[in-house]
């Protein structure tokens, strides 16, 4: 059994609490690090994981890209998490690497890579205080409470939560008045299915294109939502019936790729999708036109 460690909380918060603010006046001020006490302060709280756990034997660390995908669902998307990475947050990295196999996938955040890796190859603990993380079927540590197991059924239920309540830290509002509990009471008076969330979004004068933005921007990508040699990522979509499916596919190889289809910088490929549009400045309206509903 392997740990699958979100490693950026980890050495976020251990290179930010070794760094040190020298004033020499006159305008100047220098931002230190002590790498070494930072480097210890990331293997004392990884040795403190398996420990707790009682896994010695392996562990991979994860970490996020530094781009990431969302942003041109939504260039809102983490708008305010914009911050400088403390001193040291690099060479902690690098140093990981020669001890730990580290992963980190092309446009991805850190959470997506856990959801990849643990779909791909279940039967692993992810160790993560994200909540995030209980979209993903298996066994979960938030590093404070006992591990639990997720099953399928609540992972999904929880994706849909997540869709309706929205999350204001990440930048993606949800339903407006709409919080984890009654999110909660929604599916379980409708039934735990996509609908009930379009239903939900649709009687507070939304739309089904802003329940799907939500639901992509929401989404921790699993195995099947991305693709390891291309860096493509495939957004999640409402399941179809295998009809449709055979259309979706169809018009998938027959689509000439258009600029919002393309990231030349990563080189990712959305695929084109019915009903919504992957283009950011589409992501930036539904996000503003329910800004204004809200506010109104």
């Not at 050495?11 to 040190?20: F, G, L, Q």
């Not at 239920?157 to 999350?167: L, N, R, S, V, Y």
């Not at 989404?219 to 693709?227: G, S």
């Not at 258009?258 to 919504?276: A, I, K, L, M």
């Amino acid at each position: 059994m392997t740990l699958l460690i979100d490693a950026d909380y980890i050495v976020y918060k251990a290179c930010a609490a070794n760094e040190t603010e020298i004033d020499y006046g006159d305008d100047v001020i220098v931002v230190t690090s002590n790498f070494s006490d930072a480097y210890e302060s990331v293997l004392n709280e990884l040795y403190s994981i398996a420990d707790c756990l009682g896994c010695y034997d392996d562990s991979i660390l994860f970490f996020s890209d530094s781009r990431n995908f969302r942003k041109l669902l939504s260039p809102t998307y983490k708008g305010q998490r914009n911050r400088k990475k403390p001193c040291g947050y690099k060479r902690v990295i690098n140093a990981l690497k020669k001890d730990y196999q580290v992963i980190s996938y092309k446009g991805l955040e850190a959470d997506d890579a856990l959801g990849i890796y643990a779909t791909k190859f279940p039967g692993n603990i992810i160790c993560s205080p994200d909540k995030d993380m209980r979209q993903i079927p298996g066994e979960l540590f938030n590093l404070t409470d006992p591990v639990i197991t997720i099953t399928p059924e609540e992972a999904e239920e929880w994706f849909f939560i997540q869709t309706m309540a929205g999350d204001q830290t990440d930048g993606y509002g949800g339903i407006p008045s709409i919080g984890v509990k009654r999110a909660a009471a929604i599916l379980k008076k409708g039934g735990c299915t996509w609908e009930t969330v379009v239903k939900a979004y649709e009687a507070k004068d939304l739309t089904a294109e802003d329940a799907l933005l939500n639901a992509r921007l929401a989404r921790i990508l699993q195995h099947e939502n991305y693709d390891e040699r291309t860096g493509t990522v495939f957004y999640w979509t409402p399941s179809t019936s295998a009809r449709a499916e055979d259309a979706l596919l169809n018009a998938r190889l027959a689509r000439i790729l258009q600029h919002e289809n393309y990231d030349e910088r990563t080189g990712t490929v959305f695929y084109w999708t019915p009903s919504t549009s992957a283009r950011a400045d589409d992501g930036a309206a539904l996000q503003d036109e329910k800004a204004e509903r809200h506010a109104a």
